[in-house]
């Protein structure tokens, strides 16, 4: 289990520098290759907001820690099978039940508006560079652990649930740039930058699509994989944008919205519905401007409404 404790330790360490040195090698290229002329690239006081988002997420995760550690810790003394770190094919099956917990976390994330007010900053920017990934959702750290608990119940030791889950923030990281194209055979199988620039999109057909981690075919399999389309330019940000880099309006306007809106609510109905809902949703039925990219996702909710 040192080895174990030792390679999480590391992780972290590692993870700096390799930041550092992915943007420096993205900001040469945006400058120097041609064919990368045009696009948007950095605005710093972007930057700085991702920059301190990712700040602020590293302390919450140490507030998370002094809880959620305990409570791996009591999962794992219930669990029904002994899969040991120390095995070399326990890893291969951490590597897909991390996957799909990773799914199903970011999924949640997007359709149920407690959560969305809390995952939103990462969207938040209209920009999409490696500084946009560490533009991480602040609050997530406090509840997200709860997506891989039943990962320790089945046996899977939680330090090296912990590793798997670093390696897949790892490798999330690279995959937000505009500066690499398609990939080839690779994008069948796995997350890459094509894919998840379409999942930052917030066009109609964007919405709600590309949620994988690191293999895509979680998308494929689920109904929400949809390919960037050459006759569809990707619009970041989101449907309506803040136009601001202060982190309090970043990080809570959301949830401020969310609270408002649940707050008068005539009953009780209609506040859970506001609460565990859509971000769409409102008592009345999907209330939208016609020309909102909301319907082009869904045009059903249309005729339902």
């Known amino acids: ?34 064919r ?13 907001t991702s920059i301190s988002l990712g700040l602020i997420k590293l302390g919450m995760m140490v507030v998370g820690a002094l809880y959620s550690v305990a409570i791996f810790a009591w999962a794992y003394s219930h669990r029904v099978l002994d899969l040991s770190p120390l095995k070399w094919w326990t890893w291969p099956l951490l590597f897909v039940a991390d996957d799909f917990c990773y799914y199903w976390y970011h999924r949640f994330a997007h359709r149920v508006r407690l959560f969305w007010s809390e995952h939103v900053n990462h969207h938040s920017s209209e920009y999409y560079n490696l500084g ?14 709860v997506y891989w608990l039943p990962l320790a119940f089945i046996g ?11 390696v897949s923030l790892l490798y999330q990281f690279w995959i937000h740039t505009e500066a690499i194209g ?40 689920f ?57 769409e949703w409102t008592p009345d039925g999907i209330k939208l401007p016609p020309d909102h990219p909301y319907w082009q996702q869904h045009p059903d909710a249309r005729r339902a409404s």
């Open 36 to 48: 990368l002329a045009g696009l948007r690239g950095y605005e710093w006081r972007d930057y700085w």
């Open 132 to 145: 946009t990934a560490l533009r991480q959702s602040t609050l997530e750290p406090l509840y997200g652990f």
């Open 1 to 34: 289990m040192q080895t174990i404790d030792w390679l999480a330790h590391y992780m972290l360490i590692a993870a700096i520098p390799y930041f550092l040195i992915a943007i420096g090698i993205e900001l040469w290229a945006l400058k120097r290759v041609p």
């Open 156 to 166: 899977f030791h939680p330090l090296a649930i912990a590793v798997q889950a670093g």
């Open 223 to 279: 109904g929400t994989f949809q390919e960037e389309r050459a006759d569809v330019p990707v619009q970041y940000g989101l449907v309506t944008n803040i136009h601001t880099h202060r982190l309090d309006r970043v990080i809570f306007h959301e949830l401020f919205h969310l609270c408002r809106e649940a707050w008068n609510a005539n009953n009780w109905k209609d506040r859970l519905g506001w609460i565990f809902r859509g971000p």
């Open 182 to 221: 398609c990939l080839g055979w690779f994008e069948k199988v796995f997350n890459t930058p094509s894919h998840h620039r379409v999942h930052h999109g917030s066009n109609g057909i964007y919405i709600d699509k590309n949620y994988a981690g690191i293999l895509i075919v979680w998308d494929k399999l």
